[in-house]
């Protein structure tokens, strides 16, 4: 389009007080005070001008092609995210059964479902208007059925609604995986099975982020925490969105309060079934879960080696006491020999002794008569030799046998009545010096 030539004036520039324009102004380029410029028009409603005119349209017609080019541009905008088959069925659907309908399907996002997100849910309800709104079916010459949008509308307002999301999602069916039987797990990926089941239970909990099953190189700290984890499970699933409708009206008081308190007993009911369902499933997955059998062989593999190795030690400790017992034995056994030898040595030494000292007192007896009874020449007469021997008799009693020994030593060497005499004199001596006799006790020797 031609650009169009306008003259512009524009006005001189009023200088703060005290300013010259030839000493503090200094104009930038070579602006002068009346220029021409080229101004071109620009704007949506001058390129909607410009097209009406280019394909010669109405307003209506033009706002009308518009219209159906926006629709068309959001549509391929959602085309691979939230487009689904829409179900025949589901088309059919009358609006006051929007409890039975699946809000997922009727906004075209199963494949999200509890995932979807706001910005998810907004888009796809959009994209259901701009196709299902009634006016838009009868500028197709269509019917005006407007129940399916309002189908359309209803499940926009409970997936926007959190409290309404969490009612709904607590008894979405089709969110449920149902977990693997004996015979799946043991033909498939007992991880893969059961991760799913876990994930899709997982939504439930009030404790973010949910521990994951894991592989078989999870550490056994990671798979206790993971089952006991499930075993405490706090799951915020409530079962509100299955009650029975409440009547409205304030008339019938009694009917209102009777169903109230039968959607809270079925709520309990219900919330004890699912508890229930719950724990089985993790006791299946228990059972099944080879990590857990792994483990307990393991346990059980350290608990026998640590009970060989008690009983080994054990067994030492009763060898070593059995050997140490035998060396007591050995021990013993050996003292008692010695000392029994020892005894037997000893009571030969003392019969060996007896026996010297009854042949030394023999001699010393003997050598009294050898002496003549210590009576000098002539024959001894009897009274003499009955007190030699007493006194001979009352030194044997007094010495011990090495004593008697010593005296039997001294006589055998004593030759003659007066030598043998001298010795029996000098024992006496001995002995009245020890204070075993008395001076003049023994007559004879005196």
């Known amino acids: 389009m031609?650009?169009?030539?306008?003259?512009?004036?524009?006005?001189?520039p009023v200088l703060p007080a005290g300013w010259t324009a030839e000493k503090d102004f200094k104009p930038i380029g070579s602006l002068s005070h009346a220029t021409d410029r080229n101004i071109e028009p620009v704007g949506p409603h001058f390129l909607a001008h410009a097209r009406r005119k280019r394909h010669k349209r109405t307003f209506s017609e033009?706002?009308?092609?518009?219209?159906?080019?926006?629709?068309k541009k959001i549509e391929d905008d959602d085309e691979g995210e939230i487009s689904e088959p829409e179900d025949p069925l589901m088309l059919q659907r009358e609006a006051k059964d929007w409890k039975g309908q699946d809000h997922y399907a009727v906004l075209g996002i199963t494949r999200y479902r509890w995932r979807a997100t706001e910005d998810q849910i907004k888009r796809a309800h959009r994209r259901k208007v701009l196709k299902h709104h009634p006016d838009k079916k009868a500028a197709k010459g269509g019917t005006e059925d407007d129940q399916f949008f309002k189908c359309i509308q209803k499940a926009t307002e409970v997936l926007l609604d959190p409290v309404k999301r969490r009612q709904f999602d607590s008894v979405d069916e089709a969110a449920e995986v149902e977990p693997p039987t004996k015979s799946e797990t043991k033909k498939g990926n007992f991880y893969k099975l059961w991760g799913k089941v876990?994930?899709?239970?997982?939504?439930?909990?009030?404790?973010?982020?949910?521990?994951?099953?894991?592989?078989?190189k999870s550490s056994k700290e990671e798979v206790e925490n993971f089952y006991n984890f499930w075993y405490s499970f706090d799951s915020w699933r409530t079962f509100e969105y299955l009650d029975e409708d409440v009547p409205d009206d304030n008339e019938n008081r009694d009917q209102k309060r009777h169903v109230e308190r039968k959607n809270q007993n079925a709520r309990r009911k219900k919330k004890t079934e699912d508890?229930?369902?719950?724990?089985?499933?993790?006791d299946d997955a228990l059972a099944l879960d080879e990590r857990i059998k792994l483990f307990r062989q393991q346990e059980n593999a350290h608990k026998n080696k640590r009970r060989l190795e008690k009983e080994a030690e054990q067994k030492r400790l009763a060898e070593e006491a059995a050997k140490a017992k035998e060396e007591e034995a050995r021990l013993q056994a050996e003292k008692e020999a010695a000392e029994k030898a020892s005894k037997a040595d000893s009571k030969k030494a003392k019969e060996a002794a007896k026996n010297a000292a009854k042949k030394n007192k023999r001699v010393i007896r003997g050598a009294v008569k050898d002496a003549n009874y210590f009576h000098g020449a002539g024959d001894a007469p009897a009274s003499q030799i009955d007190s030699a021997l007493n006194d001979v008799d009352v030194i044997i009693a007094k010495l011990d046998n090495e004593e008697i020994a010593a005296l039997t030593a001294k006589l055998s060497g004593a030759k003659g009545p007066d030598a043998i005499k001298q010795v029996y004199q000098e024992e006496v001596k001995q002995l009245i010096g020890a204070g075993k006799l008395k001076e003049g006790e023994l007559k004879s020797l005196s």
Do not use: H, M, W, Y
Not at 2 to 7: G, N, P, T
């Open 275 to 282: 508890t229930a369902r719950l724990r089985k499933l993790v």
């Open 2 to 12: 031609a650009s169009a030539s306008v003259q512009i004036n524009l006005p001189l």
């Open 198 to 216: 876990f994930e899709a239970e997982g939504r439930f909990s009030r404790q973010q982020p949910v521990p994951k099953l894991g592989n078989e």
């Open 62 to 71: 033009d706002d009308r092609i518009q219209a159906q080019a926006n629709v």
